[in-house]
C-alpha cells in the first residue's frame, strides 16, 4: 500500500502536478519535431501488387514549376516526368506505364534503376582476387544490368525528406552475398532529389562486406516532344567526349578507346541524332544505331559536370546532363519494336527514345585497364547524376 502511494506521488510529481511553475509551451514542441515546410509536395498512392504479395507505392512529387515526377519504389523506377514546353504545356517526357503491371509483364529496363551492373558483362564472368565468379547470364552469353533479377526488379524501402526548395526520396536495398552471382552484401541508397529548378538529381550510394563490383545508372527512356508524339531522330545531342568504346557483336566493348573525329559518333557540337544514325558504318550497323559507350573529357575525376545537352525543335525542351561518372552509355532504343504500347496508349516504335546511362566502362571487370568498378569492404561507393530540363525559345541545330 505504501509503496502505491509513493509511486502515485512520483508519477504526479513527475507530470509537474506539484510544480509552482505554470508550464511551458515550448515543451511539447521540443518532443514533436515540427515538420519542414516545403514548398514542393509529395503524395503516395497504391501502386500495384507483386505476385510475391509485395506491394509498390506510387510517389508523386510536384515542384512550383508544376513539374511532376513520378516514381515507384518497384524497381526505383521513374514512371512519369512532366515538364513545361515553350508555350509552358505540360507534357510527359519519359516511356513506361501507368500500372505495376505493364512493368512485370515486360519492360526494357523503362525508368529503373540499373544495378549491380550497368551494361553487360563479357561471358557472364569475372575473375576477382583469384577467384571466378559466374554470373547470371541473360543477354545472349553475356550478363546484362545486374542479371535476371536486377534492382530494376525488386521493392526498395523508402523514407521522403523534405526541405524548402526540394524533396529527396530515398530508397534503400539489401543485395545479398552472390546475389546473381556476386560476392558481397551490398546496402545500396539511391536519393532522388527533386527540386524548383527542374533538376531531378540521383544520388547512389553503396557499401560491401567483400571485394566486389558496382556500377550503377538510370535507365530512363527520354523523347522530349512530350507525350511521345514521334521518335528521338530530330533531337539535338551534344556529348562532351573525344572518344567512344568499339563494340563486339555482343556489344561487348573490344578495349579500344576510338576518336569520334570524323565518325557518326562525333557528338562534340549538337548533331542532330538521325543525321547519321544510318550511317554505312561497321560500329552502327552493330549496335543497331546508337548503343554505344561515350568517355567523357572531364575536367575533374570525381565533381559534378556539365557534360551533355540534348534538345528538341519542336517544343523547344532542353535537358542538360551533369554527372561524376567517366561514361554514359547513349542508347537510341534500337530495340523499341512497336510491340509495346505503354501510357497513354503510345506504341513504342524504334528509336522512339533515347536512354542516357551515366556509368563506368561496360565490362570493366574484365578490362584491367578500364577505370576501376571494385568496390572493397570499407569505402564507399558514391556516383550522382542530374537531369535538368529547361526550354529554349529557339532550338537550334
Ligand atoms: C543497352 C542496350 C539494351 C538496353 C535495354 C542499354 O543500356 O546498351 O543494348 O538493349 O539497355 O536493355
Redesign the pocket.
Known amino acids: 500500500m505504501k509503496q502505491t502511494i509513493f509511486c502515485t506521488l512520483f508519477y504526479l510529481l513527475s507530470l509537474g502536478f506539484f510544480s509552482c511553475q505554470p508550464k511551458q509551451e515550448e515543451d511539447k514542441t521540443v518532443e514533436v519535431p515540427e515538420e519542414i515546410k516545403s514548398n514542393l509536395t509529395v503524395n503516395t498512392s497504391f501502386f500495384g501488387t507483386l505476385p510475391s504479395g509485395d506491394t509498390a507505392t506510387l510517389f508523386t512529387i510536384k515542384n512550383q514549376d508544376n513539374m511532376e515526377v513520378k516514381i515507384t519504389n518497384y524497381g526505383g523506377i521513374i514512371t512519369s516526368v512532366l515538364v513545361p514546353d515553350k508555350d509552358g504545356k505540360m507534357e510527359d517526357v519519359v516511356l513506361g506505364y501507368d500500372n505495376l503491371e505493364g512493368y512485370l509483364k515486360s519492360s526494357?529496363?523503362f525508368g529503373a534503376i540499373?544495378g549491380r551492373y550497368?551494361?553487360?558483362i563479357a561471358n557472364g564472368k569475372f575473375m576477382l582476387d583469384g577467384k571466378e565468379y559466374p554470373l547470371a547470364v541473360n543477354?545472349g552469353k553475356n550478363h546484362?544490368?545486374g542479371g535476371l533479377v536486377g534492382f530494376d526488379k525488386v521493392i526498395w524501402e523508402t523514407e521522403i525528406e523534405k526541405k524548402e526548395n526540394s524533396v529527396a526520396l530515398k530508397m534503400k536495398y539489401l543485395s545479398k552475398d552472390m546475389e546473381e552471382g556476386y560476392p558481397g552484401n551490398l546496402n545500396v541508397e539511391v536519393i532522388y532529389t527533386i527540386d524548383n529548378e527542374n533538376a531531378i538529381a540521383i544520388d547512389y550510394i553503396a557499401t560491401t562486406d567483400k571485394t566486389t563490383h558496382v556500377n550503377l545508372t538510370n535507365?530512363t527512356y527520354f523523347n522530349l516532344t512530350g507525350d511521345v508524339k514521334r521518335d528521338i531522330l530530330d533531337h539535338s545531342l551534344m556529348l562532351k567526349a573525344d572518344h567512344y568504346l568499339p563494340v563486339d557483336e555482343g556489344?561487348i566493348p573490344t578495349g579500344e578507346l576510338r576518336n569520334v573525329e570524323g565518325t557518326p559518333f562525333n557528338f562534340k557540337d549538337f548533331q542532330k541524332i538521325g543525321e547519321e544514325i544510318n550511317a554505312s558504318n561497321e560500329q552502327i550497323k552493330l549496335?543497331g544505331g546508337y548503343?554505344h559507350c561515350w568517355v567523357f573529357n572531364r575536367q575533374t575525376p570525381n565533381d559534378l559536370e556539365i557534360l551533355g545537352e540534348l534538345k528538341e525543335p519542336t517544343s523547344g525542351r532542353v535537358m542538360q546532363l551533369f554527372t561524376t561518372e567517366p561514361a554514359v552509355?547513349f542508347?537510341t532504343g534500337?530495340?523499341l519494336d512497336g510491340k509495346i504500347t505503354g501510357k497513354m496508349d503510345k506504341v513504342y516504335n524504334q528509336r522512339f527514345a533515347l536512354?542516357l546511362?551515366t556509368q563506368h566502362f561496360?565490362d570493366s571487370p574484365n578490362h584491367p585497364d578500364f577505370p576501376s568498378t571494385v568496390l572493397k569492404p570499407g569505402e564507399k561507393y558514391e556516383s550522382s547524376t542530374v537531369y535538368k530540363f529547361s526550354v529554349e525559345k529557339e532550338v537550334g541545330n
Open positions: 526494357p529496363y540499373v550497368g551494361n553487360r543477354n546484362l544490368h535507365h556489344l549496335g548503343d552509355q542508347y534500337n530495340f536512354c546511362e561496360p
